[in-house]
C-alpha cells in the first residue's frame, strides 16, 4: 500500500479545503483509509477514516459537521472535504491506510501536506 497526500495550503478561517489521498492498493486487498493531523508541538491525531468500500465512515468529535470525506475507489483516491475552517485546524495532515481487521495497526502511511488557517 502506497499513499500520497496533496491539496494543502493557505485559507481564511471560514473557508474550505479538499485534500486528497492517491492510494495504490493491491488487487483484492481490503485497506481502511483515514486522516490523521498534528499540529505544531502536538501528537499526531485521529480525524476521520472510511471503510474499505466507502461504507462507513468515522469521525472525531472536533470536525464532525465540518468535514466529510469521500473515498473513491475507481480513482483510487480518498477526499477530505474540509469546510468551515477554523484555525485551530491548521496542522499536516496525513493520509494512512490499515488492513481491515479486528485491532490492526494503521500500518501505511503518506506523507503530510501543510493546512494553515489564517484567522
Known amino acids: 500500500v502506497q499513499l500520497q497526500a496533496s491539496g494543502g495550503g493557505l485559507v481564511q478561517a471560514g473557508g474550505s479545503l479538499r485534500l486528497s489521498c492517491a492510494a495504490s492498493?493491491?488487487?483484492?486487498?481490503?485497506?481502511?483509509l483515514g486522516w490523521f493531523r498534528q499540529a505544531p508541538g502536538e501528537d499526531r491525531v485521529f480525524v476521520g477514516s472510511?471503510?474499505?468500500?466507502?461504507?462507513?465512515?468515522y469521525y472525531a468529535d472536533s470536525v464532525k459537521g465540518r468535514f466529510t470525506i469521500i473515498r473513491d475507489n475507481a480513482k483510487n483516491t480518498m477526499y477530505l472535504q474540509m469546510n468551515n475552517l477554523k484555525p485551530e485546524d491548521t496542522a499536516v495532515y496525513y493520509c494512512?491506510?490499515?488492513?481491515?481487521?479486528?485491532?490492526?495497526?494503521?500500518?501505511?502511511w503518506g506523507q503530510g501536506t501543510q493546512v494553515t488557517v489564517s484567522s
Open positions: 472510511v471503510g474499505w468500500n466507502g461504507d462507513y465512515t
Open positions: 492498493i493491491r488487487t483484492k486487498t481490503r485497506v481502511t
Open positions: 494512512a491506510g490499515k488492513l481491515v481487521g479486528l485491532g490492526r495497526p494503521w500500518d501505511y
